[in-house]
């Protein structure tokens, strides 16, 4: 196991500039909203009801810590190392799908394909970086190691402070979830620290009935140099819901709140903390076969006044494959109108949090009004691609 995040990456942050472009290696905040919209789930359903359904979970989270080296960034929740040109593009090396932009003064916006149990969803992310220089993160003197309980599942965490870094992991392997990679949080000068998420749940199935429940976690602690730290957190969930034709409502909340005491301990041999170490190598490795993507795939065209939408399917029946992305590329388009629409929302600055631009909202997207550009069965692979064009209105 590596020692340390900073053991990991190496990275440092570099001189403070005005510009975020070219981007520069070093630390950063990295706030974020996402919304993972289950394309081919409202696909399938729609296909054999007649219903339309709507599938979304957005995800809001602030306080995140990521790295930057060798103009790579790290998204450390869905662990994909996104490249930044000296233009702001955005692409991955680990998903092709992967488009969007980071602007000069550190807003960015990415979507792509995921393929989360076989099934295609669409992820759209719009947040803000905020760079981290040596003198915002707390000294060594607040290093230490402390042993926590989960407040959802009452497993053992173990934290760790190191580097101006909170980083936690599980010490025990119950219930552990092999796809879950933890993520840091800053500690600032004076050792306190601060994390916020938020889990927002769509689902609509026609006349059948829909939901909307929304679950929130605020975590905020203080370190004492050799002593230990004290922690308080609070939960609350909420939400609402109808059945049926006749939408009989149903309305719920709830909340738990705790407060601890941590010491410091001996810290394990073994500790490690387990972040994508791939992006410590100069040369991230590809693992895609980039010749059985489509060449408008990986460089979609860009007409004014145009907006371009871009979708994917593995499956051995090609109509279907076709249908699927094409259905996904057209959630492509109507997320871009969604968002230029709201993307007018200010971003506001708390000391070195910058939050992220609220303007991705749950709820249905409106099918837009689009034709098909381009489109491709890969016989190899049973991979279909999908280009989608719609006028911006």
């Not at 810590?65 to 869905?78: E, K």
Request: hydrophobic share 40%; aromatic share 12%.
């Amino acid at each position: 196991a590596a020692a340390g995040l900073a053991v990991i990456f190496s990275c440092a942050a570099g001189p403070e500039a005005r510009l975020f472009l070219p981007l520069e290696d070093g630390w950063y905040v990295y706030n974020f909203e996402r919304l993972l919209k289950g394309v081919e789930d409202e696909y399938a359903f729609a296909a054999s009801t007649g219903l339309t359904m709507v599938q979304e979970i957005t995800l809001r989270q602030n306080g995140t810590v990521t790295c930057a080296r060798g103009g790579f960034i790290f998204d450390p929740v869905l662990a994909l190392r996104l490249r930044v040109d000296d233009e702001g593009a955005i692409t991955s090396v680990d998903n092709p799908s992967v488009s969007g932009r980071l602007d000069s003064a550190g807003n960015f916006f990415w979507s792509g394909s995921l393929s989360i149990n076989e099934r295609v969803n669409k992820v759209f992310i719009t947040g803000s970086l905020v760079r981290l220089p040596p003198e915002s993160r707390a000294g060594a003197a607040f290093d230490g190691v402390y042993s926590l309980r989960d407040s959802g599942t009452g497993r053992r965490q173990l934290a760790r402070v190191a580097d101006g870094f909170y980083t936690w992991k599980y010490i025990d392997a119950e219930g552990t979830d092999e796809g879950f990679q933890p993520w840091p949080t800053l500690v600032e000068p004076d050792g306190s620290f601060r994390f916020d998420m938020e889990i927002t749940t769509v689902l609509e199935m026609g006349s059948l009935g829909k939901a909307n429940y929304s679950t929130a976690f605020f975590s905020e602690g203080k370190i004492t140099p050799g002593e230990g730290v004290s922690l308080k957190e609070y939960s609350q969930t909420s939400g609402a819901g109808e059945a049926g034709e006749a939408g009989t409502p149903h309305f719920y909340s709830g909340g738990m709140a705790r407060q601890g005491e941590y010491p410091n301990e001996e810290i394990p041999s073994d500790l490690g903390v387990k972040l994508a170490a791939e992006l410590a190598s100069p040369i991230p490795s590809q693992r895609f076969d980039w010749g059985a993507y489509p060449e408008w795939y990986l460089s979609p065209p860009k007409r004014e006044g145009f907006l371009y939408g871009l979708g994917e399917k593995t499956f051995a029946d090609k109509r279907a494959a076709l249908a699927v992305a094409e259905a996904a590329a057209a959630a492509d388009i109507a997320a871009q109108i969604r968002l230029n629409v709201t993307r007018m929302t200010e971003a506001s600055w708390d000391g070195q949090r910058k939050s992220a631009n609220t303007i991705i909202l749950s709820g249905s997207l409106e099918k837009p009004e689009y034709r098909v550009h381009s489109s491709f069965y890969n016989e190899k692979t049973r991979t279909a691609f999908v280009l989608v064009e719609a006028p911006l209105r």
